[in-house]
């Protein structure tokens, strides 16, 4: 009998051959869509895509692009897993004001003009006490360099490594795409005296990861109410703030535990609806430190989802070191040179 080419269900054409009434699979070859949703051996740590912000003075980010960039990659994301909660969380006129002036492209135009607004104020005072020329200008110029040498600093200092205003906002959208194997992050930096704004796209297996956290967290030594009063202290500021209507907020305080998302399943004092309601919405504060009841892979997760975005960050600007101890003991994360769980052992846990 003559072979006969068949379609299963995954989009793979088989070549089918009967012989006396018997059928046999001779060999199989993925078809041509499916090629598309092929993926390479990606490793944790490796930068799928990334796309620059398309201006300085407005952030915003060509996500369409960025889709296809990667589609071509294998990874086949829906539009309400990647682009609808990514302009949900950045596409705000607040947010964005926020990425300007907190920009590293800002900061770094900001300095000379700090330098010589600084000047012309010292100089114009302190001629009237200042006879010399040359010292009055030496004097200016050292005052105008270690006040705005402070100010950098003061403003980098307060720059820490994960951003509330927007490695939080972020949180959602990371437990949208981690179903894909990716993580999103924001990185800003300043290479070449140009700024550096990029949305990047990382591959990561997050069920390593997961399994290694929730073993640490189950150990005697983080088995305790001090733990707990650790996460409290350095996660108390991490709020995620989310617009419902009053019917769903009115219904999702009846919802069990088990029925709400995972990052905003608290208990009754971590939800709470604001008293001024506008256009039947209300305000829901979600207090992201891992409630003490919940099972350790489900503190586990949370703590991965939190940290996901400024790891990503951390990651692509090269601002993450681990030690020697640390690589030895991740054997699933070879391309980063610390792992996101050991990330958060070592910043948050101890």
């Not at 005052?143 to 509330?164: D, F, G, P, Q, R």
């Not at 073993?215 to 733990?227: C, G, K, M, R």
């Not at 681990?322 to 769980?341: E, F, N």
Request: aromatic content about 8%.
């Amino acid at each position: 009998m003559t072979p006969e080419m068949m379609e299963d269900r995954n989009g793979v054409c088989h070549i089918v051959e009967e012989r006396e009434g018997d059928v046999q699979i001779q060999y199989s070859r993925p078809h041509a869509r499916d090629s598309i949703n092929s993926r390479p051996d990606w490793s944790n740590g490796q930068c799928v895509a990334s796309v620059p912000s398309c201006s300085m003075l407005y952030p915003s980010f060509d996500l369409p692009r960025c889709r296809a960039k990667l589609e071509r990659e294998g990874f086949q994301i829906p539009r309400e897993d990647m682009e609808t909660p990514l302009k949900t969380a950045l596409d705000v006129p607040s947010v964005r004001r926020y990425m300007v002036f907190n920009s590293a492209q800002f900061h770094f135009i900001m300095a000379p003009v700090l330098y010589v607004v600084l000047w012309c104020a010292l100089f114009s005072t302190l001629h009237l006490y200042i006879t010399n020329y040359w010292v009055l200008c030496l004097s200016v110029s050292l005052i105008s360099i270690v006040l705005t040498t402070a100010v950098i600093l003061i403003l980098h200092c307060s720059n820490k490594e994960i951003n509330v205003n927007l490695d939080i906002r972020l949180v959602q959208v990371n437990e949208m795409l981690v179903r894909h194997k990716l993580l999103v992050g924001v990185a800003d930096w300043v290479r070449n005296c140009t700024g550096n704004m990029k949305l990047y796209f990382v591959y990561w297996d997050m069920s390593p990861c997961l399994r290694a956290l929730t073993e640490t967290l189950e150990e005697p030594s983080f088995v305790t109410i001090d733990t707990q009063k650790k996460l409290k202290s350095k996660m108390s500021h991490f709020v995620l703030v989310t617009k419902v209507s009053a019917g769903d907020s009115d219904a999702e305080e009846q919802d069990s535990d088990e029925q709400r998302p995972l990052l905003g399943n608290g208990s009754a004092a971590s939800g709470r609806s604001s008293n001024q309601q506008k256009d039947a919405t209300a305000t829901k504060n979600y207090s992201l430190v891992p409630d003490a009841a919940l099972p350790s892979q489900a503190k586990a997760y949370q703590l991965l989802m939190t940290y996901s975005a400024a790891y990503v960050k951390l990651l692509v600007s090269e601002r993450l070191s681990g030690s020697s101890h640390h690589r030895g003991q991740r054997s699933h994360c070879k391309t980063a040179p610390i792992c996101l769980c050991q990330y958060i052992k070592t910043k948050i846990l101890q």
